[in-house]
């Protein structure tokens, strides 16, 4: 059974950062593209940042230069560094992995993000 469980989420001041941690279990975590959506309430779920096995990384334009993807394939896990945060990055993070090529694709609970002006 995959999980995928997300932390690190919660309140801080707009110029803040705060580090979200996606720690994946019951697949092969190496051979996945990794990623964060945000969805704030009325709106669409967005893509914040992806990063492939290999390290290749890409960027939602409201973000580039602000956030920062990185993974650690030993510990199954994927980072999300947040700096600079404004309070339109207000929202609920989750966490996604993506088999590409066979379109598996897994989500995790989500996390609160939340940023005060």
């Known amino acids: 059974q995959v999980q995928l469980v997300e932390s690190g989420g919660g309140l801080v001041q707009a110029g803040g950062s705060l580090r979200l941690s996606c720690t994946a279990s019951?697949?092969?975590?190496?051979?996945?593209?990794m990623g964060w959506y945000r969805q704030a309430p009325g709106k669409q779920r967005e893509l914040v940042a992806i990063?492939?096995?290999?390290?290749?990384?890409n960027y939602g334009d409201s973000v580039k230069g602000r956030f920062t993807i990185s993974r650690d394939n030993a510990k199954n896990t994927v980072y999300l560094q947040m700096n600079s945060l404004k309070p339109e990055d207000t929202a609920v993070y989750y966490c996604?992995?993506?088999?590409?090529?066979?379109?598996?694709?897994?989500w995790g609970q989500g996390t609160q993000v939340t940023v005060s002006s």
């Open positions: 019951g697949l092969i975590f190496s051979i996945y593209t």
């Open positions: 990063i492939t096995g290999g390290g290749n990384t």
């Open positions: 996604y992995a993506l088999q590409v090529g066979r379109s598996i694709n897994y």
